[in-house]
């Protein structure tokens, strides 16, 4: 159950941070829970790099990583981990994989992790496609001022003792995130940041299920 939770923070961090090419109307598309929605549902695919920096209070500077992911819809999934310390995890209708880098070829992880990730594909897929408040895991707040942004919170002290929050910070541009951050403590926090966004072009369906 631990590996699970954990592997729903992984997962959560890069899924709802997937943008929407989708183009709406003038009205502020961050202003309603609706919008939101639509801008999910509008999604057909993302490509884009990111990078990840984990804040803790023991270490003098954080910890950076770099990777690369790959969506499409509605349920094929790849998330890269580039540096410094490859990983990979694989999501392809009901198929999940998960690889690390071992000697220079991807090593198929544990099966009971295998199965955690099975676990929160369908939390996984209300968040895909915009309906942030339907979540079984988290309570959604959107807050517009100072800036338009979504503030998760555990419903479960079981949850709230990995994830005290996450908050994920909206773009002008539909459908997009400029950042989430995942607090994990007072002093302890992952702030994720993508770059080189594109949506909705076409992807090579074999790279959603073999590393």
Not at 24 to 43: E, I, P, T
Not at 78 to 84: L, M, N, Q, S, T
Not at 101 to 128: S, T
């Amino acid at each position: 159950m631990k590996d699970a939770r954990a592997l729903l923070a992984i997962l959560l961090l890069f899924l709802l941070a997937a943008p929407s090419a989708q183009a709406q109307s003038n009205k502020d598309w961050r202003g309603d829970f609706q919008s939101l929605r639509k801008a999910g549902a509008a999604l057909k695919s993302i490509q884009a790099d990111f990078t990840q920096e984990k804040q803790l209070a023991i270490l003098a500077n954080p910890l950076l990583s770099q990777g690369r992911l790959l969506y499409q819809a509605p349920d094929a999934l790849r998330w890269e981990y580039i540096k410094p310390m490859p990983s990979l995890l694989l999501l392809h209708g009901k198929k999940a994989s998960r690889f690390n880098r071992k000697d220079g070829r991807w090593v198929p992880d544990a099966a009971e992790r295998i199965q955690a990730m099975r676990l929160v594909l369908e939390e996984i897929r209300l968040w895909l496609s915009g309906r942030y408040e339907d979540s079984g895991v988290f309570t959604t707040e959107l807050v517009t001022e100072p800036s338009p942004r979504l503030r998760l919170t555990p419903k479960s002290p079981e949850m709230a003792k990995i994830i005290q929050g996450i908050v994920l910070h909206l773009a002008e541009k539909p459908g997009q995130l400029e950042k989430v951050e995942i607090i994990e403590g007072p002093k302890s926090k992952t702030i994720l940041t993508f770059h080189n966004i594109q949506t909705d072009k076409p992807i090579e369906k074999g790279l959603f299920s073999k590393p």
